[in-house]
């Protein structure tokens, strides 16, 4: 099983570092995780730090930006069974959130 993780960024420098970090840190069980970040124009440290971890990165025009169509956009790039949606400021805070947030899916309790 492949977990996606699509975050949608712009100028999320700040706390894309702990967001990588803890996803990096996730006990998953054997279900594997791939990270694609969907940017939107950046200009600070953003992409330097996405590069740093090994992130898969596509891009989508400011111009053409609405939350939907990043997502979307996103989605296309990934390869995962399950899609997990995160913005670049939001930084889990335990090792099992991604094993916990997938585990209905899994285990067929939800579709």
Known sequence: MLASIVIRTLDEGRYLEDLLVMI???QTLGMQVETVL???G???NTLEIASRHGVQVTHIQK???SFGR???RGSAFT???ILVYI???????GTNWLQTLCEP???GNAA
Do not use: W, Y
């Open 87 to 93: 913005s670049g400021h939001c930084v889990p805070v």
């Open 79 to 81: 390869k995962g069974d």
């Open 70 to 72: 990043s997502l979307n």
């Open 105 to 107: 899916l899994i285990d």
């Open 42 to 44: 950046s200009t600070d």
């Open 38 to 40: 969907i940017d939107s």
């Open 63 to 65: 111009s053409e930006f």
């Open 24 to 26: 990096a840190r996730q």
